[in-house]
C-alpha cells in the first residue's frame, strides 16, 4: 500500500491522472528562471507551438503512469509498459497543449465567481463530489468539504496545499473544455434533408447487373511500367503521401539465442535439485528467499494469485507437502506449503497513518496511535480523526476510507491485520510507511488461503547456446558492410528482414523486440550506414542497415516508389481493359449484349445498399455501386475503374422504404447528429494536429 497522491486515489482513472498532470505541465514554470536557453531546449522532451514540455516534468508523469499500469495489471516492470506509459503521456501532453491553445484563441475563461460555484456551489463538479462522498453514506459530504479546505487554509502542508491548486486547476481546465464543447457542439446540425438522405442511403435497395473485367487477368509480367506511370500514379495521389513524423527503413539480421533443449534439461535438473533441498529444510522462507528467481513474498496467498499450474494444486495439498516442478511460461515452479487456513476474500477498511519520523519515532508514534485508538473506542468519528490526523493525503479527504480490497494489494503487515482480524475492530500496526490505526469496517467472503515458500528457475540460455549465437552474429559483422550486407547474409545463411517504416519510439521489429540505443542509433545514421555494434535484444543479437530515411511531410516519388508498384501495375492495366469495356460497350443495348462479346456473364446482385457498397464475393466497390444508385433503371453505365477491375453496370430495378414519418425522421435527425458531433471533434482535432509545429524529441531521452 503506497502513500497514493489525494488526486490519484479520487480519480481512479489513467486518463484523469495524466490530464492532472499535464495540466501542472502546462500552468506551471517547468524551466528555472536563469537557466540558459540551450539548456532550457537541451531538456526538452518536445514542444507544441512553441510550449515545451521539460525532461523532468514529463518523466516524473512517465513514472507515475508506469506505477500505474503495472498495479493494474499486476504485474512487473517491463520495457513494454513503460513505453506505453511515455506514449500516453505525450499525446496527452500534445491533445491538452492543442486544446488550451484554441482556448486561449477564443478567450474563453472561468471567473472567480464560477470556480467558486463548481467548488462550494450548489451544483458542484463532479470531481468535487467524487472526492467528498461520505463512505458512510455514499453521498456528498459538503461538511466534509467544507472542513478540508478549512484545514488547508489553516494548517495545510504545502503538498496539501498543492494538490488542491493542482484540483482547482483540473476543474478549471474542465470547465473551459467544456465550453469548447458546447461551441463545437451547437456548431453541428443535421438537416431534414441530410437525414432523409441518411435513411435513404441505409434503407433504399437497388438491384443491378455487373461485368467485370478483373485486374488479374492481365499477369503482371505483361505489364512494363515507366516513369511516367509513377509519376501520373503519385500526382493523382500526393496527398496520401505525407509522413507524420520522420521515419527510417531498415534491413536487419537476427541471430537466434533461445534457450535450447539442453538448457532446458539443465534447468529442470536445478530445479529437481531445490526441490530435494527444500523438502528437508528448516527455513522454508529464507532458503526461498535465497534460490528464487522471483522473490515471492512468504505470505498468506489466495487462489489465483499464482501461476495456473500452481494453483491447481497448492490449495488441494497437505501443509508439509513439496509440490513441482511444473513448467509455466518458460519457467519451472516449486511450492512447499508451509501453512493453510480460511480468510475472507476481501475487506473494507478505514486507516489513520501517522508518520513516525514527523512524530519522534515508531515510539512515540505508536502512543499517539494508542491515543487516538482511546478515542476511537470512545466514539469519536474516525473519519474526522482521519481528516485531522492522518499523513495519507489520498484517503484522509475520505474519512480514511480505503475501499474494499483482496489480499495482497497492501502491505504484508496491513494484510495480515485485516484479514487476521473480524470487522469492528481497531488496529494498530506498523509497516515501511508509517504507523496505521486501521479500522476494519466489513469482511466479504470466506475461502481457503495457504501461506508457501515458492522458488521458481527461469529457462535461460546457457553459455554455450549464448557464445555459438554471437559468434555467428560477430562473424557477420566482421565479414559485411554497407555495400554487401545482403551478399554475406545469403553466403552465410541468414535470412535478411525489413521494416518499411521505423519511427522514433518504436521498440519491435516485425514483433521482435529491439532495444532503445538501436532505435536511437537508427536515428542518427545515415542512409546506408550499418551498425557500428552487435546489438543484444531479449533473445537475439541483432545487426541493422539503415536503407532509407524518410523525412517528416510529403515524400518524394523515389521515396514511396516502392510501395506503389502493384498499384500502378493495376492503373496501367485499368487502362487497357477500359479500352476493352468500351469497345463492348459500344453499340450493345444491355449488359448481357456486352458480356456476349467480352465471352462472359454478367452478375447479377440484389438489396444493394448504399451505406455498405460492398459486392457479395468480391469487395468493397463504392465507386460500382455508388454507379448503380446514380443511373436509371435499364440504363447502362459507362466503364467504371474499382478496386478489382473495371466494370459496367445496369440497374433492374430499386425498391423504396417508407417514408420516414415525423417522429421516425426525429430520431433519424438525433442518430446523424450524434455521429456527425463526433466526427467533427476528431476532425478538428486531426486539423489542429496537422496545422500545429509539434516537435517530438522523446527519442534523446527514452
Request: hydrophobic share 40%; charged share 20%.
Amino acid at each position: 500500500m503506497g502513500l497514493m497522491s489525494y488526486l490519484r486515489n479520487r480519480a481512479g482513472l489513467v486518463v484523469t491522472i495524466i490530464g492532472l498532470a499535464i495540466v501542472a505541465f502546462l500552468l506551471g514554470d517547468i524551466i528555472n528562471v536563469g537557466t540558459p536557453f540551450w539548456m532550457k531546449s537541451q531538456n526538452q522532451v518536445g514542444n507544441v507551438n512553441g510550449e515545451s514540455i521539460d525532461y523532468q516534468a514529463f518523466n516524473a508523469q512517465v513514472d507515475q503512469t508506469t506505477a500505474m499500469y503495472q498495479q493494474q495489471m499486476g504485474g512487473a516492470a517491463s520495457p513494454q509498459i513503460r513505453n506505453y506509459a511515455v506514449q500516453q503521456v505525450w499525446n496527452q501532453f500534445v491533445s491538452q497543449e492543442l486544446l488550451k491553445q484554441e482556448i486561449e484563441k477564443l478567450g474563453l475563461t472561468v471567473g472567480k465567481d464560477e470556480l467558486n460555484s463548481l467548488v462550494t456551489g450548489t451544483n458542484p463538479s463532479p470531481q468535487i463530489v467524487q472526492a467528498f462522498t461520505s463512505p458512510e453514506t455514499g453521498t456528498f459530504d459538503k461538511n466534509q468539504l467544507m472542513t478540508f479546505i478549512s484545514q488547508v487554509n489553516t494548517q495545510g502542508t504545502p503538498e496539501m496545499q498543492a494538490q488542491w491548486n493542482a484540483l482547482l486547476e483540473n476543474i478549471r481546465n474542465e470547465r473551459l473544455n467544456q465550453k469548447y464543447s458546447n461551441l463545437l457542439s451547437n456548431s453541428v446540425y443535421v438537416t431534414s434533408l441530410e437525414a432523409q438522405d441518411e435513411y435513404n442511403n441505409r434503407n433504399k435497395l437497388a438491384n443491378f447487373k455487373y461485368l467485370l473485367l478483373d485486374y488479374s487477368s492481365i499477369k503482371d509480367g505483361e505489364i512494363k511500367l515507366t516513369d511516367s506511370d509513377y509519376k501520373a500514379y503519385y500526382d493523382a495521389h500526393k496527398n496520401t503521401f505525407k509522413n507524420p513524423e520522420e521515419s527510417r527503413t531498415v534491413e536487419y539480421v537476427l541471430f537466434d539465442a533461445t534457450p535450447t533443449a539442453n538448457d532446458t534439461a539443465a534447468t529442470k535438473s536445478t530445479i529437481e535439485q531445490l526441490k530435494a533441498e527444500l523438502v528437508a529444510s528448516k527455513t522454508d522462507s529464507l532458503f526461498a528467499a535465497v534460490n528464487s528467481d522471483t522473490k515471492h513474498p512468504f505470505t498468506y496467498i489466495r487462489k489465483g494469485q499464482v501461476s495456473p499450474a500452481l494453483d491447481s494444486v497448492i490449495f488441494n495439498a497437505a501443509v508439509g507437502t513439496t509440490v513441482g516442478p511444473f513448467l509455466s511460461n518458460g519457467v519451472f515452479e516449486i511450492a512447499k506449503v508451509v501453512d493453510s487456513k480460511f480468510s475472507p476474500d476481501s475487506v473494507q477498511a478505514s486507516h489513520i497513518l501517522l508518520n513516525a519520523t514527523a512524530e519522534g519515532g515508531v515510539d512515540k508514534a505508536k502512543v499517539k496511535a494508542d491515543s487516538i485508538k482511546g478515542l476511537i473506542q470512545k466514539g469519536e468519528s474516525f473519519a474526522a480523526l482521519a481528516v485531522q490526523f492522518s499523513v495519507d493525503q489520498g484517503s484522509k479527504v475520505n474519512g480514511g476510507d480505503l475501499g474494499t480490497f483482496p489480499r495482497g494489494q497492501m502491505v504484508p503487515e496491513f494484510d495480515e491485520a485485516v484479514f487476521g482480524g473480524k470487522a469492528g475492530d481497531v488496529i494498530i500496526v506498523n509497516s515501511r510507511y508509517g504507523t496505521h490505526i486501521i479500522k476494519i469496517e466489513k469482511q466479504i467472503g470466506n475461502s481457503k488461503i495457504v501461506k508457501a515458500a515458492i522458488v521458481d528457475k527461469a529457462i535461460n540460455s546457457g553459455k554455450a547456446t549464448t557464445e555459438a549465437a554471437y559468434t555467428k552474429a560477430n562473424n557477420f559483422f566482421g565479414d559485411a558492410n554497407d555495400k554487401n550486407f545482403t551478399e554475406i547474409a545469403s553466403k552465410q545463411g541468414v535470412n535478411v528482414q525489413k521494416v518499411d517504416r521505423v519511427v522514433a519510439m518504436d521498440n519491435n521489429f516485425n514483433g521482435v523486440e529491439v532495444p532503445r540505443d538501436l532505435i536511437r542509433w537508427i536515428f542518427e545514421a545515415k542512409k546506408g550506414a550499418i551498425t557500428e555494434k552487435v546489438f543484444d535484444t531479449e533473445q537475439n543479437f541483432i545487426i541493422a542497415r539503415v536503407v532509407d530515411v524518410q523525412p517528416k511531410g510529403n515524400l518524394s516519388l523515389e521515396a514511396v516508389k516502392p510501395h506503389i508498384e502493384a498499384q500502378v501495375k493495376n492503373e496501367v492495366k485499368a487502362k487497357m481493359l477500359t479500352e476493352k469495356m468500351n469497345n463492348a460497350l459500344n453499340g450493345s443495348s444491355s449488359i448481357d449484349q456486352a458480356a456476349q462479346k467480352l465471352s462472359k456473364t454478367a452478375v447479377a446482385v440484389e438489396n444493394i445498399v448504399l451505406a455498405n457498397p460492398v459486392l457479395p464475393g468480391i469487395a468493397l466497390e463504392p465507386s460500382v455501386v455508388g454507379t448503380a444508385f446514380g443511373l436509371q433503371p435499364n440504363k447502362l453505365s459507362k466503364t467504371v475503374k474499382g478496386t478489382q477491375g473495371v466494370y459496367a453496370v445496369q440497374v433492374t430495378g430499386f425498391v423504396n422504404p417508407a417514408e420516414l414519418v415525423a417522429s421516425d425522421m426525429a430520431n433519424q435527425k438525433k442518430q446523424l447528429l450524434g455521429s456527425k458531433t463526433q466526427r467533427a471533434w476528431a476532425s478538428i482535432y486531426q486539423a489542429l494536429q496537422n496545422k500545429a509545429d509539434i516537435d517530438d524529441n522523446r527519442i534523446r531521452f527514452y
